[in-house]
């Protein structure tokens, strides 16, 4: 008996602070047992809540360089003036894929770029978006409290993010969590019949015929 072997797909999300990524994803999860969350790298120290393995794989700054210098990671970036990296390990995903599962990335317009070089025909990327400018700005006023400069600094860097949403396959509109959350998952179920993802439909098909 012939059967289609489907291969994984990258499922990345991405979104300004504040436009319900994070929000998306965890409900996403919580409803697809085939669907499992990419781990980053980073060498940061944990925050209090936060479990090795779980929310981040936290490192050396010499582990990290060492991963680069052996190609181990599909994307990465220095942020806060290069004091902190993080990446996302690549045996992980490829292992993954290749077993069929789909894995969902939390990163933004430049991981985007960097994981779809190196995994082209897995990546399906989806840019979330919020209502307006005005409504960005109530969420992060709520989320970082009344500090003017805090609030005009992400705002600065949400409208940058934006400026890259047209490098994504799909835009989500975040205006109700609920349905922005039912559009994503429709993409992600479009994604796992696209028929470049199908191994072995040719001798599928011959069979039928």
Known sequence: MTHIVRHGVCLVLSAPSGAGKTAITDRLLATDSGLQRSVSVTTRAPRPHEIDGVHYHFITQTAFQQA??????????????????????????????????????????????????????????????PPDLGTLRDRLVRRAGDDPAEIERRMQRARAEISHCAEFDHVVVNDDLAVATDAVRSVLTAARSATGRLAGLETFLGVLG
């Open 68 to 129: 680069l210098r052996d190609d181990r990671l599909l994307e990465w970036a220095y942020v806060l003036q290069g004091t902190q990296a993080y990446g996302t390990p690549s045996e992980p995903v490829e292992t993954a894929l290749a077993a069929g599962r789909d894995v969902i990335f939390d990163i933004d317009w430049q991981g985007h770029r960097q994981l779809r070089e190196k995994l082209p025909a897995a990546v399906v990327s989806v840019f979330i978006l």
